[in-house]
């Protein structure tokens, strides 16, 4: 996927990380693959940690 969409190994590390990425990487990821943002992209609020109502640990990467 790297290379295909062009990504640099810092942005694929700061989604492996579920650090915050650009719009652009977004764009690219939704046109690849032909999804919605809704289907990639989750929000979750600051000072909220990343556990579903059952407290199970969600993954929040692309």
Do not use: W
């Not at 990504?7 to 977004?26: H, L, Q, T, Y």
């Amino acid at each position: 996927m790297r290379k295909t969409l062009k990504f640099s190994p810092s942005k694929i590390a700061k989604m492996g990380k579920g650090e915050n990425v650009s719009m652009d990487v977004i764009e690219r990821v939704c046109s690849h693959f032909q999804c919605s943002i809704e289907e990639i992209v989750q929000y979750i609020q600051e000072g909220e940690d990343e556990h579903d109502e059952r407290g199970n640990l969600e993954a929040n990467s692309i």
